[in-house]
């Protein structure tokens, strides 16, 4: 799709550049290839949340001494353990719940349109509406809704740091023919998840939803197996290394006192009973508290852990690597200092929230500096971002959880 001209990209995809696509062929497109979207695992119920509380060998552990210590009529032992077996489920399904809640806001907060084409009339539709052959107008700050190849472009330039991980954006050529499938290299198209940062452009849909290059590393990413941290490796190799230890302990117990002349009914419930006694009931509790307490910190930070093991797991990380562009960043940019008239002017504030001031010398400036104000008005007129709402209910929200 890259190496090949636009007029032969227009009957291959049977297109019109000049009128876009008819509404019943774009129906009959959507039927056949689906809707626009990326595939998504089906989300855990709080139910299922609740009941994966208790998978963990250490609980599994601790339920079989329940069952165990009810046999044997210890019903004080058999409470107590589920109490605190509750309490540890309690503990862990509050944090995952509300990281599951937490990251479905998230994904609420976008609306995502695209200006198309169709029937000859440019309209706003909704981006899972978007099959192949559809033109696509891009300008600054628009979400790349598919993977499309440019028809024209103006000073066009975009951020394609979530898919190739390069930090500086991409300056876009529609006349360039790439040969190769190397989308790094692809500087006549434009990917699903990408950034406009600047310029304008029009382009024409190639690839939808899992086809995207987006869509395949979503499919990449499912595929991929979710292997045990090294807690939950640790804590598993612990509850066999007990349940060993108290069975050969406890065999040995049961058969020195047969040897010794005891019954053996009396003998075999002594056994069952040290069993019981040597598993540590609060050891699980005492580690779901531990994450839970990490998760909040986490959560204070504004970062949202959806599994309370993934809190241990970034804490035994020595050594984060990045490639040469350092993109471990937070995608945003502050001015911090104005230099205006032979003097530095200090401004406060962080992020996209509209609050801070102007200082000279720690003394804050006034309205009156009508070349400061100049300068502002000249910040403002000369480019094309815009201060959404959204953004700032999304911080509000994470400062509630």
């Not at 039927?31 to 963990?56: H, R």
């Not at 109490?83 to 976008?110: C, D, H, M, P």
């Not at 940019?333 to 230099?339: A, D, G, L, N, P």
């Amino acid at each position: 799709m890259y190496n090949i001209s636009l007029k032969e990209l227009q009957l291959k995809l049977q297109t019109d550049f000049q009128k876009g696509l008819s509404s019943k062929i774009h129906l009959q497109r959507l039927k056949k290839d689906g809707e626009n979207l990326l595939e998504k695992k089906q989300g855990t119920s709080a139910i299922g949340i609740f009941i994966s509380q208790f998978k963990d060998p250490m609980v599994l552990i601790l339920l079989a001494a329940t069952l165990i210590s009810v046999v044997l009529g210890e019903y004080y032992d058999a409470i107590t353990i589920l109490v605190i077996i509750f309490i540890n489920g309690i503990l862990g399904f509050i944090q995952e719940y509300k990281a599951e809640k937490s990251l479905q806001a998230l994904a609420k907060l976008t609306s995502p349109k695209a200006k198309v084409l169709r029937d000859g009339r440019i309209v706003n539709v909704d981006t899972k509406d978007l099959v192949v052959g559809d033109i696509v107008f891009l300008t600054s700050g628009d979400k790349v809704p598919a993977d499309i190849r440019l028809i024209e472009a103006y000073s066009l330039e975009v951020d394609e740091a979530a898919l190739t991980g390069e930090s500086v954006p991409v300056q876009k050529d529609s006349s360039i023919l790439v040969e190769g499938k190397n989308i790094a290299e692809a500087v006549n198209a434009c990917f699903m998840g990408t950034s406009v940062t600047k310029g304008r452009g029009t382009g024409v849909v190639i690839a939808t939803g899992m086809n995207t290059a987006m869509g395949k590393i979503a499919r990449m990413i499912q595929k991929a197996e979710n292997d045990p941290t090294p807690l939950q490796k640790r804590l598993a190799q612990l509850g066999k290394v007990l349940v060993s230890i108290c069975l050969v302990v406890s065999v040995m117990v049961v058969l020195l006192g047969i040897w010794r002349g005891e019954e053996i009914y009396k003998m075999f419930l002594a056994g069952v009973s040290l069993a019981v006694a040597a598993i540590p009931e609060g050891l699980p509790a005492i580690v779901t508290v531990c994450l839970a307490i990490g998760v909040q910190r986490m959560l204070r930070r504004r970062a949202i852990v959806r599994k309370l093991p993934a809190v241990e797991t970034l804490g035994c990380a020595t050594v984060i690597c990045s490639d040469k562009t350092g993109t471990l960043t937070q995608n945003k940019m502050t001015v911090e200092k104005i230099f205006l008239d032979n003097k530095y002017i200090d401004i406060t504030g962080n992020g996209y929230n509209p609050q801070g001031q102007l200082l000279e010398k720690n003394k804050v400036i006034t309205k009156d500096n009508k070349m400061l104000q100049k300068l502002m008005e000249i910040a403002v007129l000369c480019n094309t971002t815009r201060l959404l709402k959204k953004i700032l209910k999304l911080k509000d929200y994470l400062e509630k959880i």
